[in-house]
């Protein structure tokens, strides 16, 4: 029967298939854990090992003059109360940062 011999033939064809994706895909994650790992060392990303772990942030000083109070690195190295009190165009000036393009415009976001 035809149809017999073509439904022998897509099996061995998706064995065939998945064996390939099979050994390509082992062999991508392969190159991608041994890249990740630069040769050796053991993937540290999560988990226990992880280097980033328990880590002190990096300390950064607030950009504005006579500023004792420590910076904080998501607002821009301002430490929370300048980085309130501050507009964006006086903490850019105190970065020593160009004004952005259509600035002068206000806020108003081109679409
Ligand atoms: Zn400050």
């Known amino acids: ?3 017999e011999r073509v439904r022998a033939l897509a099996a061995r ?3 065939e ?3 390939a994706v ?6 991508e994650v392969e190159a991608l854990v041994r890249a990740a790992t630069r040769g050796g060392a053991r993937l540290r990303l999560g ?4 280097a980033r772990i328990g880590k002190q942030p990096v300390p950064v000083r607030c ?4 500023c004792t109070s420590p910076g904080v690195r998501a607002r821009r ?3 929370p109360e300048h980085g309130a009190a501050l507009t964006d165009a006086e903490r850019r000036a105190l970065r020593g940062e160009a004004a952005p393009r259509g600035a002068s415009r ?3 976001r081109a679409r």
């Open 1 to 3: 029967m035809l149809e």
């Open 13 to 15: 064809l998706t064995d």
């Open 17 to 19: 298939l998945v064996r």
């Open 22 to 27: 099979r050994e390509s895909l082992a062999s």
């Open 47 to 50: 988990g226990p090992g992880d």
């Open 63 to 66: 950009p504005v003059p006579g």
């Open 77 to 79: 190295n301002f430490c």
């Open 106 to 108: 206000g806020r108003k």
